[in-house]
T-cell receptor
Framework: GNSVTQMEGPVTLSEEAFLTINCTYT??????LFWYVQYPGEGLQLLLK?????DKGSNKGFEATYRKETTSFHLEKGSVQVSDSAVYFC??????????FGTGTRLLVSP | IAGITQAPTSQILAAGRRMTLRCTQD?????MYWYRQDLGLGLRLIHY???????GKGEVPDGYSVSRANTDDFPLTLASAVPSQTSVYFC????????????FGSGTRLTVV
């Protein structure tokens, strides 16, 4: 079946540090891949997406590249801010199935 | 403001009681979903509806029921609540049913005691 594996958190960084949150997936067919962000007390918001191999999704300084050969979709940001503190979810979708989420990774950024 | 409205925001419920979580969207999305979020488990799909009048079971449907009488509303009912249903519940919707660009509500925090 389809599944998503994310690195466990929390990830604790100082402001302006480089961020990587690993995500790998298992899927039948060719999934679309997503990163969602959840700020404290809120619902999930779509951060970025990629729909085919080698696509790069980007938004708000975050980037992720769809790597079919390694079945990965790692989230990166060059310089994190305190306001980036949140929980980040990797997710996949194949065909007309439903979004499958990873367990989420909490990011804590200190000043 | 376009989006999804969930109610209540939070609730403490006695075990064995019946409870309906409400979800309304104003985007005319055809597909709607209910997820529960538990620490260390991420989000798990409870039930979904691809279009008004149809529903389907997700990964963890036991103890829950849904209905989709119209496009906008997708209530989730716990017939007889148990403590293991303590969770944060999120309603979501999407256009076309393929999952592109899910929109999420702000969630309902339910505690069953």
């Amino acid at each position: 079946g389809n599944s998503v594996t994310q690195m466990e958190g929390p990830v604790t960084l100082s402001e302006e540090a480089f961020l990587t949150i690993n995500c790998t997936y298992t899927a039948t067919g060719y999934p679309s891949l997503f990163w969602y962000v959840q700020y404290p007390g809120e619902g999930l918001q779509l951060l970025l997406k990629a729909t085919k191999a080698d696509d790069k999704g980007s938004n708000k300084g975050f980037e992720a590249t769809y790597r079919k050969e390694t079945t990965s979709f790692h989230l990166e940001k060059g310089s994190v801010q305190v306001s980036d503190s949140a929980v980040y979810f990797c997710a996949l979708l194949t065909g007309f199935q439903k979004l499958v989420f990873g367990t989420g990774t909490r990011l804590l950024v200190s000043p | 403001i376009a989006g999804i409205t969930q109610a209540p925001t939070s609730q403490i419920l006695a075990a064995g009681r019946r409870m309906t979580l409400r979800c309304t969207q104003d985007m005319r999305h055809n597909a709607m979903y209910w997820y529960r979020q538990d620490l260390g488990l991420g989000l798990r799909l409870i039930h979904y509806s691809n279009t008004a009048g149809t529903t389907g079971k997700g990964e963890v449907p036991d103890g829950y029921s849904v209905s989709r009488a119209n496009t906008d509303d997708f209530p989730l009912t716990l017939a007889s609540a148990v403590p293991s249903q303590t969770s944060v519940y999120f309603c979501a919707s999407s256009d076309s049913g393929t999952g592109y660009g899910y929109t999420f509500g702000s969630g309902t925090r339910l505690t069953v005691v």
